[in-house]
């Protein structure tokens, strides 16, 4: 209702003829509260909540310097703030989580942007997609070798394309056209990663969960009551034959949906890619009614006893809050607009 309208309507109100003698105090206490609540109406809800995740496998504070801890959170805490500025100001869902994405994509700390893993060949291939829960529209991007961000890759397939899954030449192209920082291949080079290419190669080590994990990912609710959900990766070290795992797959690694909820996933993706884990938590809450935690604990638990491994992020309209995995850490975090925040990287941390 507009003000001019909202103050006729009091104006109206307080004519009209009561049996009981109304004090002018009485009166102006009316006027004021009639405006204050026909001028909220239509407002939207001041409700939001972002959260995070950085990658799920192996590690322990024994093997971990308290340097390298710091590190972790310190692009974690970065990450989130970010994405909790913008929502606070009102930013979109897809926004918040596309430019707290493009941090943890610019850190080479994680698998995914500049520190992504590498292939067999010895080059590096990313894939990310992003999902609004408003429309269910979405878009993604897979085995792309020259585009700084491939967050915002995904984001502009969904925006301005009639597509929702680019890949290789075909999606640097896109990019290209669409005005996004094209790099040479070697920006996402990182002497650790490089590293552990080679000794897996050399058969000095054997494939551990690390080889399978580090994807980055972000689900957000927005003060509209919108959800979005992004994830980014670099894969699997090692891979070959232009494999794409669950991270781009739209139901896979990435799900949003209103009705429902947002998720993202991390993990060893061929798991994830046949049970449809995002998907699947969201049908769970849609078809059995269960809350996003419950549904989130039993894709967990569907995935263990495949034996596959990893975690996911989800979050509900309500704000509510998921970090399920099962494995002995995972890089993650939240913010809601009530003030409750959580970074943590360890199991019962």
Same mark, same amino acid.
């Given at each position: 209702?507009?003000?001019?309208?909202?103050?006729?309507?009091?104006?109206?109100? $307080?004519?009209?003829?009561?049996? =009981?003698?109304?004090?002018?105090?009485?009166?102006?206490?009316?006027?004021?509260?009639?405006?204050?609540?026909?001028?909220?109406?239509? $407002?939207?809800?001041?409700?939001?909540?972002?959260?995070?995740?950085?990658?799920?496998?192996?590690?322990?504070?024994?093997?971990?310097?308290?340097?390298?801890?710091?590190?972790?959170?310190?692009?974690?805490?970065?990450?989130?703030?970010?994405?909790?500025?913008?929502?606070?100001?009102?930013?979109?869902?897809?926004? %918040?989580?596309?430019?707290?994405?493009?941090?943890?994509?610019?850190?080479?700390?994680?698998?995914?942007?500049?520190?992504?893993?590498?292939?067999?060949?010895?080059?590096?291939?990313?894939?990310?997609?992003?999902?609004?829960?408003?429309?269910?529209?979405?878009? %993604? =991007?897979?085995?792309?070798?020259?585009?700084?961000?491939?967050?915002?890759?995904?984001?502009?397939?969904?925006?301005?394309?009639?597509? $929702?899954?680019?890949?290789?030449?075909?999606?640097?192209?896109?990019?290209?056209?669409?005005?996004?920082?094209? $790099?040479?291949?070697?920006?996402?080079?990182?002497?650790?990663?490089?590293?552990?290419?080679?000794?897996?190669?050399?058969?000095?080590?054997?494939?551990?969960?690390?080889?399978?994990?580090?994807?980055?990912?972000? =689900?957000?609710?927005?003060?509209?009551?919108?959800?979005?959900?992004?994830?980014?990766?670099?894969?699997?070290?090692?891979?070959?034959?232009?494999?794409?795992?669950?991270?781009?797959?739209?139901?896979?690694?990435?799900?949003?949906?209103?009705?429902?909820?947002?998720?993202?996933?991390?993990?060893? !993706?061929?798991?994830?890619?046949?049970?449809?884990?995002?998907?699947?938590?969201?049908?769970?809450?849609?078809?059995?009614?269960?809350?996003?935690?419950?549904?989130?604990?039993?894709?967990?638990?569907?995935?263990?006893?495949?034996? !596959?491994?990893?975690?996911?992020?989800?979050?509900?309209?309500?704000?509510?809050?998921?970090?399920?995995?099962?494995?002995?850490?995972?890089?993650?975090?939240?913010?809601?607009?009530?003030?409750?925040?959580?970074?943590?990287?360890? %199991?019962?941390?």
């Amino acid at each position: 209702m507009q003000w001019s309208n909202a103050k006729n309507f009091s104006h109206h109100i $307080v004519s009209i003829r009561f049996n =009981v003698k109304i004090t002018m105090k009485a009166k102006v206490l009316l006027i004021l509260f009639i405006i204050l609540f026909t001028a909220g109406i239509g $407002v939207s809800q001041q409700k939001y909540a972002i959260v995070i995740h950085g990658g799920a496998g192996v590690m322990s504070r024994q093997s971990m310097s308290a340097e390298r801890m710091e590190e972790y959170r310190a692009k974690l805490e970065e990450a989130l703030m970010k994405g909790e500025t913008l929502l606070k100001n009102g930013a979109s869902a897809t926004d %918040a989580v596309v430019e707290t994405i493009r941090i943890l994509e610019d850190s080479p700390l994680f698998n995914a942007g500049k520190g992504a893993v590498f292939t067999s060949s010895g080059t590096n291939e990313l894939d990310a997609s992003i999902m609004n829960g408003s429309d269910l529209n979405a878009g %993604a =991007v897979a085995r792309v070798t020259n585009i700084k961000n491939p967050i915002m890759a995904a984001r502009l397939v969904m925006d301005n394309s009639e597509h $929702v899954f680019l890949s290789s030449e075909g999606a640097s192209e896109f990019a290209r056209k669409e005005g996004l920082e094209i $790099v040479k291949n070697k920006y996402f080079f990182t002497p650790a990663r490089y590293e552990s290419l080679k000794q897996l190669q050399k058969k000095e080590r054997n494939r551990n969960q690390a080889d399978n994990t580090g994807t980055v990912g972000c =689900v957000a609710l927005d003060i509209h009551g919108n959800l979005c959900a992004g994830t980014s990766t670099g894969g699997m070290t090692n891979k070959k034959y232009g494999r794409i795992g669950d991270s781009p797959v739209i139901g896979a690694g990435n799900y949003a949906d209103n009705r429902t909820c947002a998720v993202s996933c991390t993990g060893h !993706g061929e798991y994830f890619i046949r049970l449809a884990v995002a998907k699947d938590i969201s049908a769970m809450m849609e078809y059995k009614n269960m809350n996003v935690g419950d549904a989130s604990r039993e894709a967990i638990k569907k995935l263990s006893t495949m034996g !596959g491994t990893g975690g996911v992020i989800a979050l509900d309209t309500q704000g509510n809050v998921v970090m399920e995995f099962n494995t002995s850490g995972m890089y993650r975090g939240y913010i809601k607009s009530s003030g409750e925040k959580e970074i943590a990287i360890f %199991a019962n941390e």
